[in-house]
C-alpha cells in the first residue's frame, strides 16, 4: 500500500431521486466525511432540471456542516435567473459554484445571455466580486464539441482568464493526456490548480455508456478485459480497484494537486480507493450504497 502526505479531496453527488433514496444519502455522506474532504459539490441537471433537488441536497450538506459547492450552468439562462440563483446560494451559505456551460435537454432552443461557460465566470465576478471561489471544467481529452484540441485550450484558458480559482477534469484513465492538458495549460500561461476527475470502476456497462456519451475514452486494453468478465461483479470491482488506484499513484506522483471523486452517490467505491492509496485510516463499514 503506497503512503502519501495528506493530499486534499473533494467529492461530487447528484440530487436523490426520491426522500427514501435522500434519507439514504445522508448515510453516505456521513461515511464519507471519514476523507474530511475540502468541499462536495452537487450537479445541476441540464438546463437547471434538477434545481430542485440541487438546492435541498445543498441546504443538508450546510446544515451538517460540509463546504458544499454547487454546479451551476448558464446555456440559455438569463442573467435574470442567474442572478437569482446566485442570491439562493448565498441564503443556503454556499460560497463555492463549479460553473460549467451546460446542455440544454432536448427539444429546448439555446437562447439565453450567456453562450459560454467564460460568460457565467465573468457574470459572477461581475455581480459578487469574490464571494464564490469559482471551479470549471477542463477536459484533458478534448471536449467532445470543440472545433480542435486547439480551440478547446483556448476556451479553457479563457476561462481561467475570467475569473476561475481552479479546475476539475472530466474523468479519464489516461494519465499522460492529463499531464500535457496541464502543461500546455501553463505555456498558456494558466496558473489555476487543474484537479483531476477521478470515477471509480464498478459497473462496466454503466461505465462504458457514460464514457461514449461524454468522450471520455476507455483505453483498449481496460475496455476488453472489463468485457472479459461478463457479468462477473467482483472481478469487474477489483479490475477496476487497481487500475484506478494505478491512475492516482500517478497522478499524485506527477504532481497533481488534489483529487477530485465522481462518487455515484457511493460510499464504498471511493473510501476502499482512498484505502489503497493511504489517503485515509482503514474504515470498518463499506456498506452503503445509493441507487440512482
Not at 467529492?11 to 431521486?17: G, R, V
Not at 464514457?211 to 477489483?238: M, N, Y
Request: with cysteine; hydrophobic share 40%; glycine share 8%.
Amino acid at each position: 500500500m503506497s503512503k502519501h502526505k495528506r493530499v486534499p479531496l473533494s467529492l461530487e453527488f447528484f440530487p436523490a431521486k426520491s426522500p427514501e433514496v435522500a434519507t439514504r444519502m445522508v448515510g453516505v455522506r456521513q461515511e464519507l466525511s471519514l476523507l474530511q474532504p475540502e468541499f462536495c459539490s452537487v450537479t445541476f441537471g441540464a438546463g437547471g432540471t434538477t434545481q430542485e433537488g440541487t438546492f435541498a441536497t445543498l441546504r443538508e450538506m450546510v446544515a451538517e456542516g460540509t463546504a458544499a459547492a454547487s454546479h451551476l450552468s448558464c446555456i440559455g439562462a438569463s442573467k435574470a435567473s442567474i442572478r437569482e440563483q446566485l442570491a439562493q446560494l448565498k441564503a443556503v451559505g454556499v460560497k463555492r459554484i463549479v460553473a460549467l456551460r451546460g446542455d440544454l435537454p432536448s427539444g429546448y432552443g439555446v437562447g439565453g445571455d450567456f453562450r459560454f461557460a467564460s460568460d457565467l465566470v465573468s457574470f459572477i465576478r461581475a455581480e459578487t466580486g469574490n464571494y464564490f471561489s469559482l471551479e470549471v471544467a477542463a477536459y484533458p481529452e478534448v471536449h467532445p464539441q470543440a472545433k480542435s484540441p486547439a480551440a478547446d485550450m483556448e476556451a479553457f484558458a479563457t476561462k481561467a482568464r475570467a475569473g476561475a480559482n481552479s479546475a476539475i477534469t472530466q474523468y479519464f484513465f489516461n494519465a499522460d493526456a492529463y499531464f500535457r492538458f496541464r502543461d500546455e495549460a501553463v505555456s498558456m500561461g494558466v496558473e489555476i490548480p487543474i484537479i483531476p476527475g477521478i470515477m471509480p470502476i464498478t459497473n462496466s456497462t454503466q461505465l462504458m455508456r457514460f464514457s461514449d456519451s461524454c468522450g471520455t475514452e476507455i483505453p483498449r486494453w481496460i475496455r476488453l478485459r472489463l468485457q472479459s468478465f461478463g457479468e462477473d461483479t467482483a472481478s469487474i470491482k477489483a479490475f477496476g480497484m487497481e487500475v484506478v488506484t494505478d491512475l492516482c499513484e500517478r497522478l499524485l506522483k506527477g504532481g497533481a494537486p488534489s483529487l477530485h471523486f465522481y462518487t455515484m452517490n457511493q460510499s464504498a467505491p471511493v473510501l476502499s480507493l482512498c484505502s489503497c492509496l493511504g489517503l485515509t485510516p482503514v474504515v470498518k463499514s463499506l456498506s452503503l450504497e445509493v441507487a440512482v
